[in-house]
């Protein structure tokens, strides 16, 4: 079962290596880039969104099943993945990026085609609109608390914890001390 699950995903890294990936109009030094290029309804995406120079943003799109959150590290853009709604028309949708809170920096566009009239041309499985996990709705709240999380504690609490650590040492010396007083009556 472990090997099959690592060939797939193997499978999946090769074949997402080889697939072209679909750029925006606007794509020069901001814009969003889409990969595979032309989804289909149901399928996998990832996004890059050029042009924000800071660590986190959000994808938007009609398109989408859910917003995607992205991260990176500036000079690369930002990099997250989603779906595509499963019942979604062929068209293109809009794609809009905000960066660390920044609204609507970094626009793109989705190219949804026609399906192939062929049978083998089946859309995955997929529920049609997963709810966002952490209570429906605060995901993006935990998201931001384990961002938090994930920088470890600030100046400020290792004081507060060396406070505290001193005041817990002195509190057991003077009950010791009390205690070996009291033994000498």
């Known amino acids: 079962m472990r090997s099959m699950r690592l060939t797939l995903c ?17 794509a020069g030094p901001s814009g969003v880039s889409v990969n595979p290029a032309s989804p289909a309804a149901g399928s996998d995406i990832r996004l890059r969104a050029m ?7 959000t994808a938007v799109s009609d398109a989408f ?10 000079g690369g853009g930002l990099v997250g ?3 595509v709604r499963t019942a979604l028309r062929p068209g ?26 062929s049978p083998s041309a089946v859309p995955p ?6 709810v966002n996990a952490g209570g429906g709705g605060t995901a993006r709240l935990a998201a931001a608390h384990d961002d938090a999380h994930a920088a470890g504690p600030g100046t400020r609490q290792a004081v507060v914890g060396l ?9 057991v010396a003077i009950r010791s001390a009390r205690r070996g007083d009291d033994g000498r009556d």
């Open 125 to 130: 499985a997929s529920p049609v609109a997963p």
């Open 10 to 26: 193997a499978g999946a890294v090769v074949a997402a290596g080889f697939a072209p990936a679909a750029y925006a109009a606007d």
């Open 81 to 83: 993945d989603t779906r």
């Open 51 to 57: 042009g924000c120079a800071g660590r986190t943003g």
């Open 65 to 74: 099943v859910s917003d995607a959150r992205l991260t990176g590290g500036g």
């Open 92 to 117: 293109s949708y809009g794609i809009q990026v905000d960066c660390d809170g920044h609204r609507d920096r970094v626009r793109g566009t989705l190219t949804v085609p026609a399906p192939d009239s």
């Open 163 to 171: 406070v505290l650590a001193s005041a817990a040492a002195i509190a």
